[in-house]
């Protein structure tokens, strides 16, 4: 008896799972890119936000993918702080759609209708020849699986009513708040959704397992353990978007000590039983349930919105901006973005944006030591000189990648040009690390720069970073009268060279001419002009964007 009661919860609960994942897959594939345009487009009031958080959670039947969503446009620069904490209290509201779904089977055999709906999916996920129509099968079949599942769970669990050691331990959920709230994290935190921990408490309460007061605690436990996905998706993101998991983590935990309280004084039981008077049977508890899930997310949204501003500057002084590491990675590049070609796109400018930051920090760092002289700022140019040919090879995959997308002409046409830009970058780069090979040269052969050599660099490098600047215009602020500003300044710094080669005979024939310091420093004349070349290159390639 044992084993087929295990047998049929772990069938009854494998079912669940593959009929969620399979009716949000197929829900997300009918949006498309759109929700996340959404998400980037509408969320800038933070009403709106959660709205638009709390229907995209409802489509897509899971507030963990819409909080992973989120966290990832953060990432990517396309959602603020303030902006991606609002829609996840709406993805908090939205997960209650799962539970109301479920509460239905209290009301209609929705095991009648959960095998055709398998096979009508089925047919249409086989059958159908446009995408739309398969995602739509693919939806069907996996709300069909969900209820499958549910009943063989309905089933598993029918026995345990009679069990005296289960009631005790559900009774002591709701004379201890703590320990329903620690079984209720341990819950969603096994499963990873808040959604299939409620639905296994509905399950257990409409065979008589728990009673609606024991299930108070264990659903508070629920919203909590929804904070590992945010956390879990924040790894190995960007400042921001660790902060937007802080913010989750902060608005979860502080809520759960509001509802406690009201829990603990009985205000809450009362306030359900006033909304629905009547008494609490096992075929409405599951409804009961429902109804206490949802209220408990929008008084938790009703409380804290106004204090959403407060998150932000929480979560910011919790996850402080350290001391500036040097960092190999892509700052914004997202995967799953691809499907959505204009964002992808936007996040390959951004990228690129980033690339010419880091080149320009090489550039200044190698200058910085040829003058001073100063190892630490070598070596940092030659590391950031590292990030740029791995910032090549990344986002030249990921383009390579977007081109196998669905892009309209205008957006396939401008790929190559993004490829000539990270080229150019990465070309720059390599000349950067030169800079630095030459500036640590000087170092170990110690010898000093006369005032006039030390001038006519200078001249070239500082004339080197405006062009660095009007580059970081251009492609900003799509400024492309910057271009003629770029041309002008490389010709400033082909004068200045042309200068410094001449001077650079006149010292040779002096007497007492240090001859390794002046190739040391021709070479690394030579080499800024160079740089602004290649620069030169970057900004005429925009003109054909």
């Known amino acids: ?58 489509f897509i039947q899971s507030s963990s993918a819409t909080t992973i969503m989120v966290v ?42 959960a095998l055709p709906a398998v096979g009508i999916g089925f047919a249409a996920l086989s059958l159908a020849k446009t995408k739309n129509k398969q995602s739509l099968g693919k939806a069907l079949l996996g709300c069909g699986l969900l209820f499958v599942g549910l009943h063989f769970m309905v089933e598993a669990f029918s026995p345990l009513k009679n069990s005296e050691h289960i009631k005790q ?63 879990m998706a924040s790894l190995g993101t960007n400042i921001n978007a660790r902060r937007v998991a802080m913010a989750h983590t902060l608005f979860n935990t502080t809520g759960v000590f509001f509802l406690m309280t009201i829990v603990y004084t009985g205000w809450f039981e009362g306030f359900i039983h006033k909304i629905f008077p009547g008494e609490v049977t096992s075929t409405n508890i599951m409804f009961y349930i429902a109804v206490t899930f949802s209220v408990f997310n929008i008084l938790n949204t009703l409380v804290f919105l106004p204090f959403i501003n407060v998150l932000v500057k929480l979560s910011i002084r919790l996850v402080p901006q350290k001391e500036e590491s040097i960092y190999f990675g892509t700052q914004y ?43 630490r700022k070598i070596e940092k140019a030659d590391e950031y000189a590292s990030v740029t040919d791995n910032l090549q090879t990344e986002i030249t995959q990921y383009i390579v990648e977007l081109s196998q997308r669905h892009l309209l002409p205008e957006e396939s046409e401008g790929l190559p040009v993004l490829i000539h830009h990270v080229n150019d970058l990465k070309r720059i780069g390599d000349l950067a690390r030169d800079l630095a090979l ?35 215009c251009i492609l900003r602020n799509s400024d492309t009268q910057m271009v003629q500003n770029i041309c002008d300044r490389k010709k400033h710094i082909d004068q200045f060279h042309e200068q410094f080669k001449q001077n650079h005979i006149q010292r040779l024939k002096s ?12 070479e690394f004349a030579d080499h800024l002009r160079k740089i602004a070349d290649r620069l030169k290159c970057f900004a005429e390639n925009t003109m054909r964007e």
């Open 333 to 375: 590049l997202e995967y799953h973005l691809l499907d959505t070609p204009s964002l992808a796109l936007e996040q390959v400018h951004n990228e690129t944006l980033y690339m010419l930051g880091v080149c320009k920090k090489s550039v200044l760092e190698a200058g910085t030591g040829f003058f001073e002289n100063d190892p």
């Open 438 to 472: 030459l500036a640590d040269k000087k170092i170990e052969e110690s010898f000093s720069l006369d005032e006039t050599t030390s001038r006519e660099i200078k001249l070239m490098t500082n004339e080197l970073h405006r062009m660095f600047d009007d580059a970081q």
């Open 511 to 522: 007497i007492g001419a240090n001859l390794n310091a002046e190739f040391v420093c021709l």
């Open 1 to 58: 008896m044992t084993e087929n009661v295990l047998f049929q919860l772990i069938g009854g609960l494998g079912f669940f799972f593959l009929g969620m994942k399979t009716m949000s897959d197929g829900l997300k594939s009918i949006a498309g890119g759109k929700l996340k345009r959404i998400l980037h487009h509408m969320t800038k009031i933070p009403l709106f936000g959660v709205l638009i958080g709390l229907l995209v959670t409802c």
């Open 169 to 231: 331990i559900f009774l002591a959920c709701s004379e201890n708040l703590l320990i329903g709230i620690i079984g209720g994290i341990l819950l969603t935190v096994v499963f990873q959704s808040s959604s299939a921990a409620i639905a296994v408490v509905q399950v257990l309460a409409f065979n008589g397992v728990i009673s609606f007061p024991s299930s108070l605690p264990i659903i508070i436990g629920t919203i909590t353990g929804t904070i590992m996905t945010s956390q």
């Open 72 to 113: 990832g446009l953060v990432n990517a620069g396309l959602l603020t702080i303030k902006q991606a904490v609002s829609v996840i209290m709406g993805a908090n509201v939205g997960a209650t759609f799962t539970a109301w779904l479920i509460s239905s089977m209290a009301f209609v055999d929705m095991t009648a209708y």
